[in-house]
T-cell receptor
Framework: DSGVTQTPKHLITATGQRVTLRCSPR?????VYWYQQSLDQGLQFLIQYYNGEERAKGNILERFSAQQFPDLHSELNLSSLELGDSALYFC???????????????FGAGSRLTVL | DAKTTQPPSMDCAEGRAANLPCNHSTISGNEYVYWYRQIHSQGPQYIIH???NNETNEMASLIITEDRKSSTLILPHATLRDTAVYYC?????????????FGKGTSLLVTP
């Protein structure tokens, strides 16, 4: 158990639907990162939040959005789902950011999304 | 961030040392070298990181060349459970976000 909790573990839905993935970071970690891993794309960084605020953005589609709540858990919202959104979605957390070289991300077990 | 080049795949016999190379010839002075691995469909796992000096922890050793243009991750006694994709990532220390960009990595197969 890495300390990063992701729910649900598996999710099957239809095209056009909307889903929410949830992530609870490791205790004490202020940053949360979302990654997408599909078969042909590898691990793609989507977005990072630090203490409730967006810190960095990667290849996140406009149909996707995320937020980090005051208790530091984060949610990734995926809407108007397409077949190509089927993927593993990983959340990671890290301690921040004043420790030099402390770029150690701890990943959760992932949420597997299947869009039919 | 500096680009890294890794061989797509490697084999290693169980019990032997696995030496995974990474080329990062455009690395800047403030960029760290990180290694992560991903066992099939699990979340990536941090292994080790370093700046200039060689580093060792309970999982592995990291050897960085003097010019910092390449590095080698060493798993001293590989086991079957070390079969995974290993990612070498170069990233600067920054206050503006710590997201790591994972490339294709090296798929390591440890055989009995």
């Amino acid at each position: 158990d890495s300390g990063v909790t992701q729910t649900p573990k598996h999710l099957i839905t239809a095209t056009g639907q909307r889903v929410t993935l949830r992530c609870s970071p490791r205790s004490g970690d202020l940053s949360v990162y979302w990654y997408q891993q599909s078969l042909d794309q590898g691990l793609q960084f989507l977005i990072q939040y630090y203490n409730g605020e967006e810190r960095a953005k990667g290849n996140i589609l406009e149909r996707f959005s995320a937020q980090q709540f005051p208790d530091l858990h984060s949610e990734l919202n995926l809407s108007s789902l397409e077949l190509g959104d089927s993927a593993l979605y990983f959340c990671a957390s890290s301690a921040e950011p004043l420790l030099r070289g402390a770029n150690v991300l701890t990943f959760g077990a992932g949420s597997r999304l299947t869009v039919l | 961030d500096a680009k890294t080049t890794q061989p797509p795949s490697m084999d290693c016999a169980e019990g032997r040392a696995a030496n995974l190379p990474c080329n990062h010839s455009t690395i800047s002075g403030n960029e760290y070298v990180y290694w992560y691995r991903q066992i099939h469909s699990q979340g990536p796992q941090y292994i080790i990181h370093g700046l200039k000096n060689n580093e060792t922890n309970e999982m592995a050793s990291l050897i960085i060349t003097e010019d910092r243009k390449s590095s080698t991750l060493i798993l001293p006694h590989a086991t079957l459970r070390d079969t995974a994709v290993y990612y070498c990532i170069v990233r600067a220390d920054s206050n503006s976000g710590y997201a790591l960009n994972f490339g294709k990595g090296t798929s390591l197969l440890v055989t009995p």
